[in-house]
């Protein structure tokens, strides 16, 4: 475990990964040694003398590896700013006007790239998502990022959101929202840690009830390095939820226009597990609405 924490702590050296969590990272790095392609660097790293092995290529590789990993799958995604966003939210905190309040939501809002891009449809997705259940008790998401701060544009009352990150920092934050603003848009909830390559994570989720379960622009972090969909499959199976909202982004890293957005795999897994599907795309985003 010694070399495992020197390596996390040297990969959160690092500014683009600063933000990551040292008990996250550690989740992964033991994930990506579990890993067939792994073998030749796993004793080096288990048992040998990190100042050495350091030095040594199938460790370079593995590292190059990782890093590639968590920047497709969190540099990319992460929150620009941190001081910005924190600076918003205690201007947030202090403000009365109505308004104001929901511009300031904007604005934070703006500070992540998945929640900057649905920018202003957050109301139309919402109101496309709902269309059928008006009234939900319990929301669940999953990987929510700074998802909570949409609470307003939901236009809904007396629900419970459960926001899952694995991200502490985030956590705290998501806490921190309801604790000040959950009264005044009429629902509340918690934010809780949970961690996507945890082997209780799944357990986890399949004990929450919700009438809804966000996994939005997930599926590429469940299936990163695979042939195959077999974890998102895992992961559907065990949501427990009456309406499961998935989405994909309909553009590139590079932010070039898909040719093909929708995800023929996706169809065909979800008509083969008996779910009720539907769909609708916005701006740079398709969103899947599975029913049980």
Known sequence: MENIDKMALE??????????????????????????????VKKIILEGDYDIFRKNRHYKKFLKTLKAFLHDTYGVY???????????FEVMKKTKDTTKLLKLHEDILHCHSS??????????????????NKKPKVIL?????????????????NFKYIGVEPVKEDVELINDYIKNFGKVYGFSGMGVYGNFFDKKYLKIISE?????CFLFKMTDVLDYGKNDHKRTEEFLKKI????TVVSFPTKTVSN??????????FELMIVRLGFELDYFEINNEIFY???S
């Not at 070039?256 to 795999?265: A, S």
């Open 11 to 40: 990969i959160l050296g690092s500014k683009k990964f600063s933000m990551l969590g040292l008990e996250y990272l550690e989740s992964v790095i033991f994930w990506f040694l579990d890993k067939d392609e792994s073998k030749n």
């Open 78 to 88: 992460q929150v620009k700013n941190i001081h910005k966003r924190d600076e918003i």
């Open 115 to 132: 929640s900057r891009e649905r920018g202003k449809n957050y109301n139309e997705i919402y109101k496309k998502i709902f269309s059928h």
């Open 141 to 157: 998401d999953l990987g929510c990022g700074l998802n909570v701060f949409s609470m307003p544009f939901m236009n809904l009352k």
């Open 208 to 212: 929450i009830k919700s009438d809804f």
């Open 240 to 243: 427990n939820s009456k309406c």
């Open 256 to 265: 070039k226009k898909m040719n093909k957005p929708r995800r023929k795999w």
């Open 289 to 291: 609405l599975l029913k």
